[in-house]
């Protein structure tokens, strides 16, 4: 058995393939682990882009609903002063 063992720890042949296959492990886990690392921050950056596009969104909508407003009051006041007019 020790004669086994001893001729296994000299033979060389085999000892590419573990070398190659530990490096293989190792990058798979670096690799994991910058993957995790920036997906949490590559979801930071999309939130909060698309909360700032959300609050723009909603600012502009609401100076539109303002302009319409002004619109129809305009409108509304301009044909409220002609049924004045054909009244009086």
Do not use: C, H, P
């Amino acid at each position: 058995m020790m004669k086994l063992l001893k001729q296994l720890i000299k033979q060389e042949e085999g000892q590419d393939l573990v070398e190659y296959a530990l490096l293989l492990v190792f990058l798979a886990l670096a690799a994991i682990t910058v993957l995790s690392t920036l997906g949490s921050s590559i979801k930071k950056v999309f939130s909060q882009s698309n909360s700032a596009l959300n609050t723009g969104w909603t600012a502009y909508l609401s100076l539109v609903n303002y302009k319409l407003w002004l619109l129809i009051r305009s409108r509304a006041e301009v044909w409220l002063r002609s049924r004045l007019k054909r009244n009086e």
